[in-house]
């Protein structure tokens, strides 16, 4: 394995870095105070636009899509210390235009859509015109198995007809989203993994109702999460994404790159906790010494070091992976670190919190924000429990020969 970085990526390393110094971080504050004085969580404020125009003149843009017609061409192994970087900021992926929904949304409409829905909805997600949102998860199933889900999508001539109740359709409570990825059943007969398609639902079409959004631990900004009741919505039969009873498969296309890139920014999120928890204990003295002094904190630090390193390299090696031998052949890696990283993230996070006191669960840092951001990456994209239950599985099936150990007595 070979993780050194290619003179391209260092050259846009150079930028970024500039970039969130000089841009990014002294609009977040700007930004929060523009969403709440404009009394819509979900509209993009001004700084927002100002940034993404930035972003576009340094050739800092779609650098997650690694399709030359469309994106940078960076391979997943090249973005990764791209996608850290704007980790550190919950406002650099969208400036970049790299924010999810959109992002995964874009990767399949470039490998699975026609000619004719990348030019409709592609186009323009690409140059940051409009945003997306993807509907999958259902609020009556145990959405953590895919093959559960019960919305229905039936052929009626040259026309699908939706039925169905989704929630956390992220992107969708977005003024600007203007089309839905919608995830449900044409063939409930056939193989449990064919009978699932994905279908484009542009958000103006009767029968869809956008119900509520869903906070994150009371947070409820950025572009929302809703719940969306799809009722006998008719939409054109070309708007099918890929094959009839491809959509399972579309989704893992999907949520792989998906997976990596949220892990990525997630330790990006561990490193600004741990260099704002160093700052805060070498700055602030308590029982006559600087906290920095003390053996716990050292313990702290030296256990979130430990933490970081070892999840980057991991993270690294899953993306190595999924360039050199796809993801069927990186599955384990990219169940490992979807595990690890959201888990080390939390960790370094909580101890910045306990070292920063009060200020750490206020909104003076970013650090409440950051840990509730983490927390829900353990359900995002499948949750623990499933990526350690794949893992256990592939282990159980390997054959170990250990000399002088028996199977049994």
């Known amino acids: 394995m070979e993780f050194e970085e290619s003179a391209k990526v260092r050259e846009l390393k150079s930028k970024l870095l500039d970039f969130m110094d000089s841009h990014v971080y002294p609009a977040e504050r700007v930004y929060v105070e523009q969403v709440h004085a404009g009394g819509d969580a979900h509209t993009s404020p001004p700084v ?69 829905q990348q030019e409709k909805w592609l186009v323009p997600l690409l ?3 409009i945003r997306s949102a993807f509907s999958m998860t259902e609020p009556d199933v145990a959405s953590s198995d895919a093959t559960n889900i019960r919305c229905s999508i039936t052929r009626d001539g040259d026309s699908y007809v939706v039925n169905g109740r989704k929630w956390w359709t992220s992107g969708a409570a977005d003024p600007r989203c203007r089309i839905l990825i919608v995830m449900g059943k044409t063939n409930p007969d056939a193989h449990r993994y064919m009978q699932q398609s994905m279908i484009l639902v542009p958000v103006d079409t009767p029968g869809v109702t956008r119900v509520r959004t869903l906070s994150v631990f009371g947070y409820d900004e950025g572009h929302g999460h809703m719940e969306v009741v799809y009722d006998n919505v008719r939409v054109p039969a070309s708007n099918l994404l890929g094959e009839e009873g491809s959509g399972f498969l579309i989704a ?6 998906g997976r990596i890139h949220h892990c990525m920014r997630a330790i990006g999120m561990a490193e600004r906790a741990y260099e704002s928890m160093v700052q805060r204990v070498k700055s602030r003295v308590a029982f006559g010494r600087p906290l920095a002094e003390q053996g716990v904190i050292q313990d702290w630090i030296a256990e979130s070091r430990l933490e970081i390193e070892q999840a980057r390299l991991l993270t690294l090696k899953a993306a190595w992976l999924m360039d050199t031998v796809g993801k069927d052949g990186a599955r384990f890696e990219i169940s490992a670190i979807k595990v690890v990283a959201p888990r080390v993230a939390l960790a370094v996070i909580d101890r910045a919190i306990q070292a920063h006191g009060a200020a750490g669960v206020s909104q003076d840092t970013p650090l409440a924000a950051m840990y509730a951001g983490a927390r829900t990456l353990r359900l995002a994209d499948g949750p623990d429990e499933v990526h350690k239950m794949s893992i256990a599985r592939n282990e159980l099936k390997r054959e170990f020969n250990v000399p002088g150990v028996t199977a049994s007595l």
């Open 127 to 129: 140059d940051g015109e």
């Open 252 to 257: 893992q296309a999907r949520l792989g790159p």
């Open 48 to 116: 927002m636009e100002d940034l993404k125009r930035e972003a576009r003149r340094r050739g800092l843009w779609n650098l997650f899509l690694p399709d030359e017609r469309w994106g940078a061409g960076l391979s997943n192994l090249e973005y990764a210390p791209l996608a850290e970087i704007t980790g550190r900021s919950f406002i650099a992926p969208e400036a970049l235009n790299c924010a999810a929904p959109d992002t995964g949304n874009m990767e399949i409409l470039a490998q699975f859509g026609t000619p004719e």
